[in-house]
């Protein structure tokens, strides 16, 4: 399978059969062969975050530490984007990091074999820090707080984030809400600015910009004050646009 994102980021994949039946949904080489809706969508918010970053700080972001590598879609854009002096990408699946390390990417990338809650915990300083998260929800955040709390300690210019059970947000409205500090989430909007509030509250910093399709993607930057942040929902057929995929 090949893929293209925003036109010029090329990605191979091993679609072969032997290739996808040893996967399972833990490996997010997983979603890219078997749901390309999902991996679509998901593209197409990173590609929105990172443009919004691109606009507000290009000159800024020359190191870049991400986790959760997966197949790459963030790493090419980042790249393309960016073009950073210095870019880890940390990774667990061993046909994730097969994966990466074959990508058309530049020299600067480094991909390493790394556990999220160690990498995270020790990792030094990066103008960027990209968290892309499997399975993250309001719930889940205290179990990785001590990480958070030292990668929004060290002051980057900005940190993504992910929260794949966004799409589960109604079914959870109390639970969520109790989890940011609030009675209920009623709504999006509520949603994200939740988000928003409970992190400049914790770390001065703010959601300046959400994409949203079936999960959510959140960019954090450093604020003095808090600012209403822009929610953008993508459509199936713009996502299809974004990343064009061919078997």
Request: a negative charge; glycine letters at 6%.
């Amino acid at each position: 399978m090949k893929a293209v994102i925003d036109g010029t980021i090329n990605l191979d994949f091993d679609d072969s059969a032997g290739a996808m039946g040893r996967l399972d949904k833990t490996s997010f080489m997983y979603w890219a062969l078997n749901k390309p809706a999902y991996a679509q969508g998901h593209a197409t918010r990173q590609l929105h975050i990172f443009n919004t970053l691109k606009y507000l700080y290009v000159k800024q972001v020359k190191t870049v530490e991400e986790f959760f590598g997966g197949v790459g879609m963030g790493t090419g854009i980042v790249q393309k984007l960016f073009q950073p002096e210095s870019h880890v990408v940390y990774e667990v699946a061993e046909e994730c990091l097969s994966h990466l390390r074959n990508q058309p990417f530049s020299d600067a990338l480094d991909v390493r074999y790394g556990l999220a809650e160690d990498t995270m915990l020790n990792a030094p300083y990066a103008d960027l820090y990209i968290v892309d998260m499997p399975s993250l929800n309001p719930m889940k955040l205290a179990g990785w707080m001590p990480q958070l709390d030292h990668l929004f300690g060290l002051g980057p210019t900005a940190i993504y984030l992910n929260d794949t059970s966004f799409w589960t947000r109604r079914f959870h409205k109390e639970r969520f809400g109790k989890a940011l500090n609030k009675p209920s989430l009623e709504n999006t909007r509520d949603y994200v600015m939740a988000y928003s509030e409970y992190m400049f509250d914790r770390y001065g910093y703010i959601v300046w910009t959400c994409s949203i399709h079936i999960g959510a993607s959140f960019l954090y930057v450093k604020s003095d004050k808090m600012y209403e942040p822009e929610i953008k929902s993508v459509k199936r057929d713009e996502a299809k646009m974004v990343m064009q995929i061919w078997s």
